[in-house]
Nanobody, 119 residues
């Protein structure tokens, strides 16, 4: 069972920056993809960014050019640097990671960290 613990959320003014971190523990095998999703009040959870084990990154169009995902494979940690934050970035941000065991992919989620951007 993989546990994901996020940190770094908070309150920031529009135009400001925040850096989220997510550390994975308990993995018996190699963590495959790590990434971030978010859920705003009254909306469905949406993809934000992902970082594969091989170093490929992908971003939602809404955050391209403002957010940067990075990863420390040795520490099973993923980061999300968020710059030029907008009011509409306000959401609970969830870290996710998947692990492949005997050909089966298991997806894990963190508990979420609140990001609030004031206008």
């Amino acid at each position: 069972q993989v546990q994901l613990v996020e940190s770094g959320g908070g309150l920031v003014q529009a135009g400001g920056s925040l850096r989220l971190s997510c550390a994975a523990s308990g993995s018996r095998f190699s963590i495959n993809n790590m990434g971030w999703s978010r859920q705003a009040p009254g909306k469905q959870r949406e993809f934000v960014a992902t970082f594969t084990r091989n170093g490929i990154t992908n971003y939602a169009n809404s955050v391209k050019g403002r957010f940067t995902i990075s990863r420390d494979n040795a520490k099973n940690t993923v980061f999300l640097q968020m710059n030029s934050l907008k009011f509409e970035d306000t959401a609970v941000y969830f870290c996710n990671a998947d692990e492949v065991v005997a050909g089966m992919t298991y997806l894990y989620w963190g508990q979420g960290t609140q990001v609030t951007v004031s206008s």
